[in-house]
């Protein structure tokens, strides 16, 4: 049975659930005119377009992939390369087609790693798996982005734009990841983007490593055995917040059958420095991240609207960044492992950090947060001296944003009390 529907309805479906292995494109010759066809028999789809190149250029696809077993041979297609793809087509007569962009996704690729310098992570899974007589350690790489679930349709568009991975959400905290730890995926779609597009510090400390984990893991079972003491190795040096014990460390350097006083120190992170650019859609992804518009309504009913950036305490170096593009350094705090850099005089806020964040779009709904803090920032600007009718209007807007102003001391009826009790 043949089941006819359009590309564009086809694309989508497989935006919202990763391509399966078992989609085939046959060949261009042997596509039929027409749309796009499913055909169940062999338990294959068979997806067929009239022109795959036409497809490519109109969804601006820029990969593909065959689905040939295990290894399938990644394909990049520049819009300009059509006579490269058409002989690729026939030597590999079997793909699907991933798409990079699509028409409505704007997401900037520097953007892509601010985020994931704020809320992404680099990280190795070890297991224990027992057998009657042997214990045997397992590894598990993953690039993994958390956010709140409000902005699921973020990761929804990051999964896009690297054509793999899955987005899953927890209930229990309400947060949404984008995960991805297959190795072709990770070796092809991931670590290109992130040598072309870095991050810093200790991110890029974790990265490093991931890419040799990679590397150490993608090759032959027996050499991925013998390679595994340096895999351990490089795992427990990634994070250095990990919550794994020492104990826990020792066991797995015991599984491999080396004693507590042959194991290795871990690798440190040696990075302190700033080596390739920070863009400032860069800059925009770490502020969707870890970054904060608020406002403060004092007791004394004076309205301070304020932007903080929090990161890495050894991020240092990124203050300098701050400074270029957000204006004036402002101030920085340390609390227990990060720094706070907080700005709240307005004419920098109005001057520096607005521009900025007009001309680099936010993602999360922090780009909701930021309009209502922009009105009140532009209310205080044009009436130094609120009158009460200005005063309740800036409550009315921004007493309740972010998360529902769950931190205030007074609740949002207490604070008009207070305006209408003091200002008669
Ligand atoms: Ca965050």
Redesign the pocket.
Known sequence: MIKTTNIKKILRLRYTKPISKNIFIPSVTSCTTGNTSYNNSNNKKILQFNNLIELIKNTKNKRLYSTGPIIPPVLNIQNNNINNLNKNIVLHNKFVTKPIYDGDTKIDPYYISGLTQ??GSFNCGISISKSKFTKTLGFKPIFDIC?DIDSISVLIQIQKYFGCGRVSVVRSDNSVHFLVSNLQELKENIIPHFIKYPVFFNKLHAFELLVQIVNLMDVSQDLRTKNKPDILRLAISMNSSSRRTPEQMNTFYNVLGIPVDKIPSKIEDKIKTINSKITPAFLTGMID??GSFYVIFTNKLKIIPAMKQCYGKNCAPFEEYFKKYLGDIGQVTIQDNIRIWTQKMLNILINNVIPFMDSNTLHTKKKDHYQIWKKVCFTLKDEPKLSKNSLLYLVQLAYNMNKGGKRRKLTKDQYIQLIESTLK
Do not use: I, S, V
């Open positions: 704020a809320d956010l991240g870890d």
